[in-house]
């Protein structure tokens, strides 16, 4: 299973206990994403395949690293480009799409 600190350390920013509890926040909810989008197919109980764990790892990590889904922020003469959460990569859909059921 996932840790916090799994997430924390691929963003480059260990040690970081903030980024750490927003990270222990997004888990269980990429984590039920995922397993919806599979219709639980990729899990074996509560654990994961583990292609389908690194995507929730980064899904996690781009979920904690801009929690509030800012596009931008600009902070007098400094601005930054953030990535937004609007769905999977396509890196993502292609590990996903090889558990996901399909209508017949």
Not at 66 to 91: C, F, H, M, S
């Amino acid at each position: 299973m996932i840790e916090s600190s799994q997430v924390v350390a691929l963003l480059g920013r260990d040690g970081d206990t903030e980024l750490a509890a927003v990270a222990e926040r997004a888990l269980p909810i990429v984590t039920a994403q995922v397993r919806a989008y599979t219709r639980g197919r990729g899990f074996s109980g509560d654990q994961p395949a583990p292609d389908v764990e690194t995507v929730i790892l980064t899904s996690t990590a781009r979920l904690a690293a801009n929690p509030e889904n800012l596009r931008a922020e600009k902070i007098g003469d400094y601005e930054v480009q953030r990535q937004v959460i609007d769905g999977w990569t396509l890196p993502e859909l292609a590990i996903l799409g090889r558990y996901r059921r399909r209508a017949r």
